[in-house]
């Protein structure tokens, strides 16, 4: 007997006719997708010969062609992706080149960016074909593209679901504040120091020459100026004889550490595997030396002090921001081109309003996610008003606008999960290291006070510190501090 399908007959007898007119069912409810995947004229459910023959206690899905009967069984429900945060986080670190399919959760996540793609699009022949060619890179651009358009804004909101506890655990705890305080609180410091620093052009690049033995000569005569009791001093003499110091990425201290070799042209402290300190400054033979010299030496006396990795501490930027601002009108009373050492500030600036634009966004974001409410195309237009004007685009280009930031900042987050951290660090000490610059520029001696935070960063809390400083007023409540 046979049972015919809008796709296929099936051949049955009465023992197997329950099953005939299940199988039926199943292929009539997804008849476009079993004409492309069943190859065959006649399934058989009592030939053993027939090359769509169904013994008993076997799935329709099993005579599939090209596609498993696991992938398929997942394929045809009503939506394929379940968490498509999750699929996007892989496939937009695969294009990014930040991570890279070499296991087996990994490709099994690509495949199922790829299934949903096609699940979606009712494109059953295109997924046929695809699963059949050997040529898959355009397809796979296609299915991106498709993949970022339509989980853009679900991969946004996953990752900074991901970041409250982080913050709360590395930020928020450590000045003993709860999430929405702290949320609140950084809105409202990257709001302060956008308010004080002007737009400024693109970063500069510093040439103004000058020699290794010129830049040493000037850091210990800096920090005999900045100390009397000469400690600084002979820490940064004992720095250089201990081979601490490297200059090049060349250097054999420094061939196997990561972060060095990946960013060869950025200043650092860093370790070795045996936990040995590394002060790592590029070599330009400008006034950039001394520059990056005297910020990365104050996160070396930080480390000094310290068992635990200065990174990791929320106000370890603010003594060596202070010290390198305050190294400016050393070199000026120097006698080193004013114009040239503004260029170090400058960058400084362009630096810091970057971090505190990108920071501000995020806060807002996450006072949206602490509040239960998903961030949304408008939700990102409003934070762009904020700090860009887009009356007079078009409808088409403020969308382009709103699209590119959300994937900025879902290429943000992918890159480095403690990005926040690092601008929240930066925003936080330029705004305070400030604020100790002019007291000490108005009479009150801020140095000793600085010194201290760089040796004591660690010996306790955050906020305890900043009042230790006189960086906030004693008695005054953390999150109301106005400063």
């Known amino acids: 007997m046979l049972l015919n399908t809008k796709v296929i007959p099936i051949e049955y007898n009465e023992q197997t006719k329950r099953k005939a007119q299940q199988i039926k069912r199943v292929i009539e409810k997804n008849p476009e997708f079993f004409k492309v995947f069943l190859k065959g004229d006649k399934i058989s459910l009592i030939d053993e010969k027939n090359p769509l023959y169904i013994k008993k206690g076997q799935s329709i899905l099993s005579c599939l062609d090209t596609i498993s009967a696991f992938d398929a069984t997942g394929f045809l429900k009503d939506r394929y992706t379940t968490t498509p945060e999750e699929i996007l986080y892989y496939w937009a670190s695969r294009y990014y080149g930040i991570g890279e ?15 949903d793609y096609f699940h979606t699009m009712e494109d059953y022949q295109g997924l046929y074909n695809y699963l059949n060619s050997d040529e898959k890179e355009q397809v796979e651009e296609d299915v ?22 982080l913050l709360s655990r590395d930020v928020f705890s450590k000045f003993e504040i709860d999430e929405k305080e702290g949320i609140a609180w950084f809105q409202n410091l990257s709001r302060k120091v956008l308010e004080e620093l002007n737009p400024v052009d693109e970063e500069l690049k510093i040439t103004y020459p000058i020699s290794r033995k010129e830049t040493i000569t000037l850091f210990r005569e800096f920090l005999m100026q900045i100390d009397p009791t000469l400690e600084l001093l002979y820490q940064g003499i004992s720095m250089e004889f201990n081979h601490d110091l490297v200059t090049s990425k060349d250097n054999s201290r420094v061939k196997n550490i990561k972060s060095i070799q990946e960013s060869p042209n950025k200043a650092m402290v860093t370790f070795t595997k045996s936990r040995e300190k590394i002060v ?3 070599w330009t033979n400008t006034l950039q030396d001394i520059y990056s010299l005297v910020h990365e030496f104050f996160h070396y006396i930080e480390e000094s002090n310290s068992n635990i990795y200065q990174s990791d501490n929320p106000i370890c930027e603010i003594a060596p921001i202070f010290f ?22 400058q960058n400084r600036e362009i630096d810091t309003l970057n971090d505190s634009q990108n920071l501000l966004s995020y806060m807002q974001f996450l006072e949206t996610i602490n509040s239960s409410r998903p961030v949304t195309p408008k939700k990102e237009e409003e934070v762009i008003r904020e700090y860009d004007a887009m009356e007079d685009l078009s409808e088409d280009i403020k ?56 040796k004591d960063v660690e010996k306790l809390p955050p906020r305890e510190i900043l009042k230790k400083t006189g960086l906030i007023e004693i008695g005054k409540v953390y999150r109301k501090e106005t400063t």
């Open 324 to 345: 390198e601002l305050l190294l400016l009108d050393f070199l000026k009373e120097k006698g080193y081109p004013e114009e040239e050492v503004e260029k170090l500030r």
């Open 280 to 282: 790592y400054v590029p």
């Open 399 to 454: 969308d382009q606008i709103i699209e590119a930031t959300c994937d900025e900042q879902c290429e943000s987050l992918i890159d480095d999960p403690f990005y926040i951290i690092d601008i929240m660090k930066y925003t936080l000490a330029y705004y305070y290291a400030n604020i100790a610059l002019e007291k000490e520029q108005s009479g009150v001696s801020m140095i000793p006070s600085m010194i201290t935070l760089a």
């Open 101 to 115: 399919y070499q296991n087996k959760e990994n490709r099994l996540r690509k495949m199922t960016g790829i299934y």
């Open 144 to 165: 991106f593209t498709w993949l970022e358009s339509t989980y853009r804004y679900h991969l946004l909101n996953y990752l900074l679901v991901q970041q409250l506890p």
